[in-house]
């Protein structure tokens, strides 16, 4: 008897404050923690603690021991380095936090007898929460009380018809009300919810491929496991050259500070971040930064219907007359007028017909079993609105009604038929008589974004395939109208064969896909992904995690349920279609981008490590401090880079981002290692002193290596002009400015050498320049 008692306080009143304190110390809360970004320790360790920074960091301490302050610029570069993506990253990291906030959702719960707004993370067992039209089901529980309660639980079916719920029914997470209002009880809350549950399953799978940072690693870590066996080889050599302890030193720390691409790392870490904050001014939340370039990469767009390229809401498309003579506008105004709960139906045919202000004299109301509702307005007439083969049901009707109805069907609507009865149902029993008097087609309204979209994705190459829970046909006319397919057909998955392979076919053979479970959307994704495709998914409901998890990118609309923008990579938190294209554009953006700043890097990094060879082998004085080194690499590479890795970009995604940067840098690097290497040795042999013969090898580097800039910055729009002669002129000053020159070193030769090093270096520019050409004409 207490116990029914306490039940019925919990059913009214709620929890009491003691009552949630206790659960909450139990770890009976729908706690849920959301990692939409990484923590500021994470971002310091990842910026401060590489490899790179440990060795240069190394190399660093040991030339401030040297007493060589001038030869440890590149320590200077290296600190302020790390800072700047220090800060670019928690600059995203707050753009990430804030809009992840914005899109938590809540919970109306009823505690110490009053109404209140929780975050939903607070919600506890046994809690009583309230269920308004356009509220999220954010637990699973059971409805203890219903007044015309439905629940679209299309989020979890891919079904778009709204089901009713009565007291003593399940809820699960991932739905939502649609019409009525009720309360329901949590029963399952945290992981045990059916949401988490599953979103708790996508999480197992890995996060996004990015191409642009597993290329960079790799060439990082072949770079990285050459560094030892160059140093050892280095500093022998600088020994037998007869060069003091001081001087090999500095001159074995200058060849291995010249093939680390010290700001490579981090211009890609601050592209990415500056992508995110870009993207979050638009409303798009991105969770992971690679996934930023993925979708530049995509060349299948796999899209849900209900909620993504439809709206979730429905209208009225036309009202087909069956019988003419009759008022249609007065008569389906004054039945949604009489209905006590709008539903989405209700609300879309109410949008177009006006209330006559009819007197209402009796009613049926609703109800998903009956699939019927009935209207009686006196003198005006009694009037049926439902299902027509539910009204039609053991009546006789003409082979044409049937006709007509079923042809709307087939193309995807949903239809009612409005009927004339001669007399009141007798309680939930039709009437004798019925008279078909019209159809009323309903259909989803497709979001006005999406057929510019998906233009725009066509245009481009990529294939998009409607993936549905409802039904073939209904997601079929809603492709349609959505500019995804003009002709053709859909595929019933319910008939899905088990053969991968197959499923691949299938794939590759339609456009529109229907009665898809959740486990069937995952399975279609790896079939494309098994052929070679780079796949993104997006969706909106619980049925949607498992496929979003498993694309090579995921992205939820924000309207969604936290259970998909908690595995999306990208969250559209305004639903907008419209930004995809953008997000594409700035892919490519950082793809281009970051390939030709790469570029840069790493024609030094194999100039210098052909130069280390050279120097080793032939027992030479290296050519260069780490002064002259640092001086190169800021002018034509580390301020440049830093410009162009931000500047627009809309060049189209090609595969192959490590093998174009090899054969571009490798020959290029050589050219410049070459001709570097020979205006040091003439030099050298021609009478000049170490310190000219250095500054000779300086000039002959800095000008090959600014030609490579120039390559790279074409077109030459008027930016790019004006940074590259910004290059130009502070090259200018440092040769010409006594106290820069001083201080990087610098000493000119007699005219003679200076003219041997001016030659070699025009005989590398024009390689150079040589190369780029054939190498363009090749790939044309």
Partial sequence: MLEMEENTRHETSGLTGAEVRERIEDGRVNAYVQKASRTYSEIIRSNVLTRFNAVLGGLFLVVIILGSINDALFGMVLILNSLIGIIQEIRAKKTLDALSLISAPKAKVIRDGSQTEIPYGQVVVDDLLVLHPGDQVVVDGTVVSSEGLEIDESMLTGESLPVSKGIGEGL????????GTGRYVAVKVGREAYAQELADKARKFSLSKSELREGIDRLLKWIFWSIVPVAVLLFYSQVRAGLSIHDTFIG????????????????????????????????VLVQELPAVEVLARVDVLCVDKTGTLTDGTLQTCEAVELEEGFDMSSILGAICSASVHKNPTIAAIEVNYPDPHWQLTGSVPFSSERKWSYAGFGEHGHWLLGAPEMLMEGKVHSDRISETYESYAKKGYRVLMLAKSDSAPAGIVLPESILPVALVLIAERVRQDVAAAMKFFREQGVAIKVISGDNPSTALSVARRAGIV???????VRFLPEDEREVAEIMESFDVFGRVTPYQKQ??????????????MTGDGVNDVLALKDADLGMAVGSGVAATKSVARIVLLDGKFATLPRIVAEGRRLIANIELVANLFLVKTVCVMLIDLVTSVTGMPFPFLPR????VSEITIGIPAFFLALAPNIRRYKPGFVGRILHFVIPTGSIAAIFTMASFYMALNGGASLEESRTAATLTLLLSSMWVLIILARPLIKLRILLVSSMNILMVMIFVVPFMRTFFALDFPGYRILGISGILTIISVAAIETYWRLRIRNKA
């Fill in 252 to 283: 074995t720390v200058a060849g291995i500070v010249g093939i680390i691409p010290q700001g490579l790392v981090l211009l890609t870490s601050i592209a990415f971040a500056i992508s995110v904050i870009t993207l979050g001014r638009q409303r």
């Fill in 486 to 492: 003009n002709g053709g057909g859909s595929y019933d």
């Fill in 628 to 631: 002259h080194l640092s001086l």
């Fill in 172 to 179: 699960l997470s991932g739905s939502h009300t649609v019409a």
């Fill in 523 to 536: 399975k279609m994704v790896k079939a494309l992904q098994s052929k070679g495709h780079v796949v993104a």
